[in-house]
């Protein structure tokens, strides 16, 4: 009987299950694409304008650059900002101290802003010097820290740090800047010689119009008590 003979040998043979625990396994170690997509975008664009190579940055040496580059987006904080794309130019140290680079840099930047008294636009240039260590492994420098990318180094986040510092919270068009004026709005700059309002009261004046001009005066020697 051959089907019982090929039943036996079938029934003989052990068929091969398959693992859970090694099925798992393999899909855990095979890297998802969404594990590639985090780790490029956590890795830093070489061709940045405020990424710079240190592979030629030997033991306890130091280099130094001056270049002009174009300013990223948000750079700056509150009424006052970087112009995005704007010509901002460096100087930067790098120096090697053995668990890090040590960057010095002096940058030079343009500004856009609007005026804190008088609300107009207006336009200056600031200085920014930061001096920061870029740790070579994560957790050397701490948390808030800065740390390098394999051989390259973004300048950017400490320059954003440094600018945010340096920046006023209240910027002016100009130190003597006399604003606006409280009664109608008008820029006190742009208005007449001696700008000003009568004296009506203000808001007490509807107060005084609702009681009467009799209500809450005293008698001369009084005590403001009728008998």
């Given at each position: ?5 090929l039943s036996g040998r079938a029934a003989a ?56 580059v174009r300013a990223p987006a ?154």
């Amino acid at each position: 009987m051959p089907n019982a003979k090929l039943s036996g040998r079938a029934a003989a043979r052990p068929a091969r299950s398959v693992d859970q625990t090694e099925t798992t396994g393999r899909a855990a170690a095979r890297p998802t694409r969404a594990a590639h997509e985090t780790v490029k975008r956590q890795r830093n664009d070489p061709r940045g304008p405020l990424v710079f190579d240190i592979r030629t940055l030997g033991p306890a040496s130091a280099r130094s650059e001056s270049l002009t580059v174009r300013a990223p987006a948000d750079l700056g904080a509150g009424m006052v900002r970087v112009p995005e794309g704007s010509e901002l130019d460096l100087e930067v140290q790098f120096e090697d101290v053995g668990d890090g680079v040590l960057v010095t840099a002096l940058a030079t930047a343009p500004l856009v802003g609007e005026c804190a008294r008088c609300l107009d636009e207006f336009t200056s240039s600031t200085e920014v010097r930061f001096c920061e260590l870029f740790a070579a492994r994560p957790g050397e420098s701490g948390d808030d820290g800065y740390v390098l990318d394999g051989d390259l180094l973004d300048v950017e986040p400490a320059l954003r740090d440094a600018l945010v510092l340096e920046l006023p919270l209240s910027p002016l068009c100009r130190p003597d800047c006399a604003g606006l004026c409280g009664r109608c709005g008008v820029k006190l700059a742009d208005a007449e010689a001696g700008h000003a309002h009568p004296d009506d009261g203000g808001v007490w004046a509807v107060l005084k119009d609702l009681l009467g001009p009799d209500q809450g005066e005293e008698e001369p020697g009084g005590n403001g008590r009728q008998d």
